[in-house]
């Protein structure tokens, strides 16, 4: 059971990241120049019901962390977040069209192996 809080957290992560990607985009948002336009613009975009719901999920996504650590170790547990980066990556390039280069591939692979690597030391 604790695997699958630790799968929520990943999940509501990775939601909260590619909804907020997708919408920013969709708004052509660009940052005005000035601390106080910037503070606004902001403000405004926390009202947006899909940026909203990017938040949301990412406070969704911290009762599921707190569920999973309380039941593993944060050292074994702490590795498998990494699973987002490789997500992320990878329905970046699916969603949003962005490259997938060489780099990529292997960085997402080491990210793979150190979880692996971690995982196994319970």
Known sequence: MSYLYILGTILFTVYGQLILKWRISQLEFNLP???FLKMIS???LVFDPFIFSGFASAFIASFFWMAAISKL???HAYPFMGLSFVLVTFLS???FN???TLYKLIGVSFIVLGIFITSRSM
Do not use: M, P, Q
Request: charged share 25%.
């Open 98 to 100: 962005e490259t997938f």
């Open 33 to 35: 120049r000035g601390i």
């Open 42 to 44: 902001l403000f405004k």
């Open 73 to 75: 170790d944060l050292s």
């Open 93 to 95: 390039v699916y969603i």
